[in-house]
């Protein structure tokens, strides 16, 4: 399970992207609102997708290497 800040950051990033699309596209387009909030909820989807992603490998990666440095720890012994 999150900590209660992991998943507070994850909302927070998720609707700082979609105030900042929302804002780009409203001064880019002359889109109505309900199609410009559809296009800003997709590049928040996309934009947290991509974080998570980043998180998971940065994850796996960190775990092998705290597994191969336990694995040379027991060689020592």
Request: glycine share 6%.
């Amino acid at each position: 399970t999150l900590p209660c800040t992991d998943v507070a950051y994850s909302g927070t990033l998720w609707a700082s992207a979609i105030g900042a699309s929302l804002a780009y596209t409203g001064t880019r387009s002359a889109y109505k609102t309900s199609l410009r909030l559809i296009h800003a909820r997709m590049h928040a989807q996309a934009l947290t997708l991509g974080v998570l992603s980043g998180a998971a490998i940065l994850h796996y990666y960190d775990q092998k290497h705290v597994i191969s440095q336990e694995a040379q720890k027991a060689k020592l012994l």
